[in-house]
Structure formats: structure tokens, C-alpha cells
């Protein structure tokens, strides 16, 4: 009975349909003929689509091992053009072991390590390693999570409380990796209306930070204190202009304490003066001055005996002066450790760091609070090279760094540079590239005949420096110069130091001999930025006469 009804509904309603639709023909029909095709593309597209899947091809194991033996992978660069930027010579070293300051290499080779960022040799101190050992048994290897979630464990509020009494301050934060430190630090506080006035030496991950901030950005001359205080004077002049002011506008000068690409260190004293009189804050990146400058390790601020009052935010790193890993940052007031808790990238979403180096860098600091004098030891040693490598008259090097430095950046004389044309290639500048295969045949020669470990600085000119050149069309940060570096260890004797410099001088020689004739090695040379600072000298008497003739006249 049931069904019936529904036939008899079914029937009615088709009945009832037909009736309207030979009515919507005589009255409207375009739309008819509209809608009914309407209908029949959608069930086309319903019932018609073509099948594209492809027919899977099943091979079998042995067909699929075949395959994989045949395989080659390409190199993801050209090999030779690599070489040849290397020197002719592949400059990889394998490392198998390191102790004290020297490594053995993968052929059982021992070398002077004059590599490694470990200045104060904690890497390899016993009781750090001791330490160590301990924690991964109490707690195991990893704290699986950010540090705001489940990842915060004893070792490292133990840690950021030593980092805190070390500097007197209320509170620290630690960050899992050394150079995502101060690339979440800027863009923590620098946001896309702010200013940052940035030194244009400064290294790759503070140019990270900024790039990612996406706040304006300044570039001053490296260690300049005077186009510094041009670039305040005329924000001054636009704030005047335009009714803006620092309380509108969050600006902060960037700087680092020893300059990695550089190794000379920054005029903090000069900055704090500038800084007061414009109203700008300051972020001071102290990764490679930490534990080596001022009487107990506290870095630049110590050195220079300026208050970290006046420093409104320090960051740091933990690899380079405690043998361990990761990074830190203090402030000159507890609210900047607060708002990087939430805030800082790399604080917030990165898992913390294993408990156990966090064991190291506290072990490691403990000691550098109990002994300080380690860290007049690491710039005695950089200075004995520094003196060794700038006495010799005949010397083909020019060192850039400071004598207190333990990066000590070394480069072709200038005279010896300027010997090669300078002329384009196929879009390579053959002086750029005879200067760096001539410090990479240094380096190699060092490594294979003298049993000194050294490096020829790379940097990664990526496309920070390619952005920030788009958005600065009349500054930027500097290109990267060719140059051998040498990192100074406090385990370094007074033999080793001896041993490398009387290498260098001699390989430098030779090899200069070699691609750049005898008469350029015999010729006299000053050292770059002498001229540029001759010329200096002469506008400056210029402008004095200038001066006093004025002052004679109006006299008169």
C-alpha cells in the first residue's frame, strides 16, 4: 500500500512538471534552453570526466636495484668552478678527534688548530666533560619542547640564573642556538614601522634578524663614528621636518662587541654618547667578546668600562668562550627577558637546549668566575700573534682585527692586491679571484707542509645581502673581503703561536712570489686604508687653513 503511494506521489509530481515545463517553453523559451543546458554540462562533469591517472608501472625489487646502481646524482655546484675558487685544491678537512689545540684529521694528520671558536678551551676541559656525562644519565639527552611548554628543566634555569649573577642582572633568557640568538632578539623588539641603524660589517645572522624584522634599515661606515652622527644629525632634520620623534618610532643602533668579519672591536663608549643625545637604544651582539674582553670575561662593556645601564639589550653566545652551545640575552631592565618569552622566534617555537651542554656552559662559567685571568691569557696569546705577523718588514700580510681580538683577520698587502688589473671576466672580477685562490693556496699549504690549521673566511652572499641592497640603494652592509682567519685559544702555547707565524710569513711569501711575480713581493707597500686615511688628514688641514683665513678676515 505504502509503495503505491509513493508511485502515485512520484507520477503526480513528473505530471505536474511536464505541464510546467511546456508552459515555460511557449512563455520563456531562452531560458529553457539556458538551464537545460546548464543541466547537462553538469552531469557531463559528473559522469564524463576523462581518467587521467596514469597507469602505475610496477617494478620489481631487482628492476628497482638496477636503478638505483645506475643512479648518479649530480653535484649541486659545478666542481670546477668550486676549485677554482678554492686554489685549485679541495680545502675540505675532515676532522676525526680534537685535544686541547690540535685536531687529527681523517688521514691521521695532527694539526695546530687555529680554527675552532674555542677560546677559553672549554670544549675539551675534563670536568666540563665529567659534568656532562652526569646529567645525561640523571636526565637523558634531549627536553623535548620549546622552552615555554615542556621543555624548561633544571639545567636551564640554573644556567640563566649563573649568566645573571655574572652580570648582575635580574633575569636572562637562553636561546638553543648561537646564531638564532640575535635573529630573534631584533625582530622581537624591531617591528616594520621601526628603525634600525646597523653597523655594515655586521654578520649574517644580525642581517638575518633584520631581514626578518622587515623594519627600515641604516647602514653607517664600519666603526665610523662620525657618518654615525651624520645619520642621527639628518633623522634629527626629517623628525623636525615632519613633526615625528623617537617616542613615534622604535630605533636602535646594531653593533656587534668584536666584529667576526673584522675582528677589530666596537667604540661603545662613543655610541653611548651618541646614543644619549639622539634617544636611540642599543643592541650590542657580544658572541665573540664574551669571556674574552674586560678583567673578568664580561665583554665589550667591561672592556670599556661603560655601564650596562646604558646597554639596553646584550645578547651573546655560549660557543665560543664555554665549550657548549646556544645563546643568551640580558637587558637593562627585566621586561626585555619578559617580552622575549613570548615574543622571540626562536625562544618560542625551538625546541630548548639538551640539559647537558647547559651543564657545560654553567660548569664553564663557574670556572671563568673562579679564575678570570684565563681571559688575559686568550688576548696575551692574540696579541703575541699579533706582534709576530706585523714586525717583520717584508711581510706580505696586513692584519685588520685588534691586537686584543682573538679572530684574527688577515689580508693581502694592499700593493700586492692592486698588482692585477682590475678587469671583468665572463662577470668575475679576475683580482677578486686571484686574490682569494692566492689565500686559499695559502691555507692549503699550511694545512698540508706545516701542520698549521687555518681557514679562508667564505661568507654566504645570499640574498640578505642582495635585499638589503634593494631596499638601502646608497648603502648596505659591506662586502665580505677576502682574508685568512685565524682563531687564538687560550690552550695555544707560546710555541705554536711562534710556529704559525713564522709559517704564514713564509708561505704568504712564496706564494705571493709565485702568482704575483718577484717584483711585486720586492716592492714596498703601504697597508690598505692608509691612503684614504692620508687623504683624510689632508681635507682636514685644508678646512682648518680654510677656517683660520675665515676667523683672519672677519677679524679684519
Not at 260 to 271: A, F, P, S
Not at 273 to 299: N, Q
Amino acid at each position: 500500500m505504502e509503495d503505491q503511494t509513493v508511485t502515485t506521489t512520484i507520477l503526480h509530481y513528473v505530471e505536474h512538471y511536464q505541464k510546467w515545463w511546456l508552459i515555460q517553453i511557449e512563455e520563456n523559451p531562452s531560458r529553457v534552453v539556458l538551464e537545460t543546458s546548464l543541466i547537462v554540462l553538469v552531469l557531463f562533469l559528473l559522469f564524463k570526466r576523462p581518467n587521467n591517472k596514469k597507469q602505475e608501472s610496477k617494478l620489481s625489487q631487482r628492476e628497482v636495484d638496477d636503478l638505483l646502481n645506475d643512479w648518479t646524482p649530480e653535484p649541486l655546484v659545478n666542481m670546477d668552478d668550486a676549485c677554482k675558487v678554492a686554489g685549485g685544491q679541495n680545502d675540505i678537512v675532515l676532522i676525526k678527534q680534537k685535544l686541547g689545540a690540535t685536531i687529527t684529521t681523517n688521514n691521521d694528520d695532527v694539526l695546530i688548530d687555529f680554527v675552532t671558536f674555542d677560546f677559553l678551551g672549554f670544549s675539551c676541559d675534563d670536568d666540563v666533560k665529567e659534568q656532562c656525562v652526569a646529567t645525561l644519565d640523571a636526565v637523558g639527552c634531549g627536553s623535548c619542547g620549546p622552552r615555554g611548554f615542556y621543555g624548561t628543566l633544571d639545567q636551564h634555569l640554573e644556567l640563566e640564573k649563573t649568566i645573571a649573577d655574572l652580570f648582575g642582572v635580574e633575569e636572562c633568557i637562553t636561546y638553543s642556538d648561537a646564531a638564532s640568538t640575535v635573529s630573534s632578539v631584533i625582530p622581537a623588539f624591531a617591528k616594520r614601522t621601526d628603525l634600525c641603524i646597523v653597523d655594515e660589517a655586521c654578520y649574517d645572522p644580525i642581517l638575518t634578524g633584520l631581514f626578518l624584522s622587515r623594519c627600515k634599515t641604516v647602514y653607517f661606515k664600519h666603526n665610523d663614528m662620525a657618518d654615525l652622527e651624520r645619520i642621527l644629525q639628518e633623522i634629527a632634520v626629517n623628525d623636525q621636518k615632519n613633526g615625528t620623534s623617537p617616542r613615534s618610532q622604535r630605533r636602535f643602533i646594531v653593533l656587534e662587541g668584536i666584529y667576526r668579519n673584522v675582528g677589530d672591536v666596537c667604540d661603545l663608549k662613543r655610541i653611548v654618547e651618541l646614543k644619549k643625545e639622539h634617544h636611540v637604544r642599543i643592541i650590542l651582539d657580544e658572541s665573540f667578546s664574551f669571556g674574552v674582553l674586560g678583567a673578568t670575561g664580561r665583554g665589550v662593556t667591561e672592556h670599556l668600562d661603560v655601564p650596562l645601564t646604558d646597554v639596553e639589550i646584550i645578547c651573546g653566545g655560549l660557543n665560543t668562550s664555554c665549550g657548549s652551545v646556544g645563546g643568551f640575552s640580558i637587558g637593562s631592565e627585566p621586561e626585555i627577558v619578559e617580552h622575549q618569552k613570548l615574543s622571540a622566534a626562536g625562544y618560542t617555537y625551538s625546541a630548548s637546549a639538551p640539559p647537558f651542554v647547559c651543564k657545560a656552559a654553567t660548569i664553564a662559567l663557574q670556572k671563568l668566575l673562579k679564575d678570570p685571568s684565563m681571559c688575559q691569557t686568550v688576548r696575551k696569546n692574540a696579541e703575541l700573534l699579533h706582534d709576530g705577523l706585523t714586525d717583520d718588514s717584508t711581510n706580505m700580510l696586513e692584519i685588520t682585527s685588534d691586537p686584543c681580538s682573538p679572530i684574527c683577520i688577515i689580508q693581502l698587502k694592499e700593493h700586492v692586491v692592486q698588482s692585477i688589473a682590475d678587469e671583468f671576466e665572463e662577470g668575475q672580477n679576475q683580482r677578486e679571484n686571484m686574490e682569494r685562490a692566492a689565500i686559499q693556496t695559502i691555507v692549503n699549504i699550511l694545512i698540508a707542509d706545516h701542520g698549521i690549521f687555518a681557514v679562508a673566511s667564505k661568507y654566504n652572499l645570499h640574498h640578505l645581502y642582495v635585499e638589503s641592497k634593494k631596499t638601502n640603494s646608497k648603502n648596505g652592509p659591506c662586502k665580505p673581503i677576502n682574508s685568512l682567519r685565524l682563531s687564538i685559544s687560550k690552550l695555544h702555547t707560546k710555541e705554536q703561536i711562534n710556529q704559525a707565524v713564522s709559517s704564514l710569513l713564509a708561505v704568504s711569501a712564496q706564494v705571493c712570489r709565485d702568482m704575483y711575480g718577484e717584483d711585486v713581493v720586492n716592492q714596498p707597500g703601504t697597508k690598505k686604508g692608509t691612503q684614504k686615511k692620508e687623504k683624510k688628514k689632508k681635507k682636514s688641514v685644508t678646512s682648518t687653513k680654510k677656517k683660520s683665513r675665515n676667523k683672519s678676515v672677519g677679524r679684519s
